[in-house]
């Protein structure tokens, strides 16, 4: 029985949500009789538990080293002075890194993988290397492009793609070139660009069958036009993004745009809607007394929410994250608004903006003002994300299993 390890960077969510895609591609298309073994931390590690509840031999509890959280994602200065230092109750990443690659390779020595995948842990890529296990990298950067502000931040990417580089084979999450969204975030050197396959993006391939409508459902069916504002990321990031949004949302311009914020956070308490009267009230409330809304704000969006949601808003807008900007670009068309909060999230942003797919805004002024833009020019977007939508690779997943197929059969 062949033996796969997967190995999940557990800063956000994303990398969580690729692995556990391809989770479902793998079983359903890989032949060789396998098993998996997942190894993570932190909050990806309880939601292993959660997926894998009859499976917790296979589940292995490692600490990454992961950046110190600021008010606005990840603090530089913190993470550097957490490099030698303790800060926040974390001990010193030295002592942390050397731990974790030590246990992961107790890891490999006992479990004898035959092949690992690595989403973000590069850490692992060292230890297959050294090793001689076959590793696959699945990634959407590999040395960013960097504004002016983080150039000091060069000689440590340059170091991480290094060991990037340690696989096997790289796999990029997105469409081949041009319709790449990452492409600003990779910048790969000649001598590996050999190694490096496209393979589209991660979808989960989950058809959403609709039932019967919930209140929400009917609450935005008969307006004529509203933006949908999401919130991701791990806390300070959902954080920081609900507060940029509080202070566009009491700007003059945005008085008669209607909205909907998803918040992302399993919490009823935070379902409500503002009529335009300046009352809030319950979104059953809101549907029963057809009421005239401006706002609606929902912890959390079931599948079905989501999907009616995304197909009838005019817009969206997000920090710039590469999962929902290939969901909402490439598989809905709509145009977006980007609020970046990492340098990753304003090269995909910037990226989409100069092929008229959407706007980056990085200020109060920017972001209404893209507002306007979008309703202004929509034609103009509608029309270039049609031809990108032609060319949306969603089947990352299963030209993903099909390398991994072949990597057995050889």
């Known amino acids: 029985m062949k033996k796969i390890g997967g190995f999940i960077n557990p ?79 974390r001990p010193p990443l030295v002592s942390v890194m ?54 000091f931040l060069y000689p440590g990417l340059v170091y991480i793609s290094k060991h990037m580089a340690k696989a096997s084979k790289i796999v990029v999450a997105d469409s081949p070139p041009p319709y790449t969204i990452c492409e600003y975030n990779l910048n790969f050197p000649e001598n590996i660009k050999e190694k490096v396959t496209y393979v589209g993006h991660f979808s989960n391939g989950k058809v959403v069958n609709h039932g019967p409508k919930s209140d929400l459902e009917r609450l935005v069916e008969n307006v004529d036009s509203f933006g949908y504002w999401m919130i991701t990321g791990n806390k300070s990031t959902n954080e920081t993004t609900s507060k940029k949004y509080r202070k566009i949302f ?13 918040h992302a956070i399993n919490d009823p308490s935070l379902d409500k809607v503002l009529g335009k009267d300046g009352k809030t009230y319950s979104i059953s409330e809101a549907f029963e007394k057809h009421v005239d809304w401006i706002q609606i704000d929902v912890g959390f969006l079931s599948e079905q929410e989501k999907d009616t949601v995304l197909n009838m808003c005019k817009y969206a ?93 050889n």
């Open 11 to 89: 800063w956000g969510n994303g990398h969580f949500t690729r692995m556990m895609a391809l989770d479902d591609a793998i079983r359903k298309n890989v032949d060789d009789e396998f098993e998996i073994h997942y190894s993570s931390s932190g909050e990806i590690y309880q939601k292993l538990l959660k997926r894998f509840p009859t499976k917790k031999e296979n589940l292995h509890n490692i600490t990454i080293p992961t950046p110190v959280d600021g008010k606005c994602g990840p603090s530089v200065t913190l993470s550097l002075f957490n490099f030698l230092l303790p800060v926040k109750g």
């Open 98 to 151: 050397a731990r974790y690659l030590m246990e992961e390779g107790k890891l490999y020595d006992k479990q004898k993988f035959d092949l690992v995948i690595n989403d973000g842990d590069v850490g692992s890529n060292v230890v297959a290397e050294k090793r001689g296990v076959k590793s696959i990298f699945v990634t959407n950067q590999f040395r960013p492009r960097l504004w002016k502000s983080r150039s």
């Open 250 to 262: 009491h700007t003059a311009e945005m008085n008669k745009e209607r909205r909907i914020v998803s």
């Open 317 to 409: 807008v997000i920090n710039g994250s590469h999962t929902a900007m290939g969901e909402i670009l490439g598989s809905k068309a709509k145009p977006i608004i980007g609020i970046p909060v990492y340098d990753e999230h304003t090269n995909q942003i910037k990226w989409a903006e100069e092929k008229n797919l959407g706007i980056l805004a990085t200020s109060i002024k920017q972001t209404t003002k893209a507002v306007s833009k979008i309703h202004d020019d929509y034609n103009v977007y509608q029309e270039n994300l049609i031809e990108f939508a032609k060319n949306y690779d969603s089947n990352g997943t299963l030209k993903t299993a099909k390398i991994i197929s072949e990597i057995f059969e």
